[in-house]
Each structure stands twice: as structure tokens, then as C-alpha cells.
């Protein structure tokens, strides 16, 4: 089964800091774009980060620049999320997805994974 197997997320406090990391299970992600995506209760998914193949091309939203860190390992076959300084309003499921390029709409992506639960908290 293709897929992607997410890890990483747990409850921490604001202003703390949590390494999600995403494993390509059945395939090879060399040659893909990878994006995280994130969920919240009631509310519609939304990307977060994406990293092209070569690593070389990165996006965030803006609701994460400057505390979000995507960063791809082809030869572990894994892709990271570090996030720093996080607020509540991170609070959300975590996913990956691939895609051959990245593109904003999350739909076009492939190899969805059960994601990881990040609640931030005091």
C-alpha cells in the first residue's frame, strides 16, 4: 500500500516546539513534491509547507513563516515539519501528501496518510 506514515505530534505548551516527520511507505519520494497540510476541528484542511524534489523550491502559508522549517532526507525517505514558537491556533491534524510539483490546492495530492494529532495547550 502507498502511503505516507506521519509521527511526531503530542501535546506542547505555546511557545514550544515539535519535529513532525512524514515516511513514504511503498514508494520512493525522490521524485516528488511533498507538502504538509494540517486539519482543525470544524474546519477545512489547508496547507501548510511544501518542498519540491531537489529540496531547492519551499513554500509556507503565512500563518507559519518564520516558525515553520520543511526539510526533506531522500535517502531515509522522509520529509520534516520542524515548528517552532507554536500557538494554539496550530492545533490540528498533521498531514503529508505528494505531488509531482507543488501545488496550493490540497485535493491534487496523493498518498494521504492518518496523520498526527499537534495540540497546542497550557
Known amino acids: 500500500q502507498l502511503q505516507f506514515v506521519e509521527s511526531g505530534g503530542g501535546l506542547v505548551q505555546p511557545g514550544g516546539s515539535l519535529r513532525l516527520s512524514c515516511a513514504a511507505s511503498g514508494f520512493t519520494l525522490d521524485y516528488f513534491a511533498i507538502g504538509w497540510f494540517r486539519q482543525a476541528p470544524g474546519k477545512e484542511r489547508e496547507g501548510v509547507s511544501c518542498i519540491n524534489d531537489s529540496g531547492g523550491s519551499i513554500n509556507y502559508a503565512d500563518s507559519v513563516k518564520g516558525r515553520f522549517t520543511i526539510s526533506r532526507d531522500n535517502a531515509k525517505n522522509t520529509v520534516y515539519l520542524q515548528m517552532n514558537s507554536l500557538k494554539p491556533e496550530d492545533t490540528a491534524v498533521y498531514f503529508c501528501?505528494?505531488?509531482?510539483?507543488?501545488?496550493?490546492?490540497?485535493?491534487?495530492?496523493?498518498?494521504w496518510g492518518q496523520g498526527t494529532q499537534v495540540t497546542v495547550s497550557s
Open positions: 501528501a505528494a505531488q509531482e510539483v507543488c501545488l496550493s490546492s490540497w485535493s491534487m495530492y496523493h498518498y
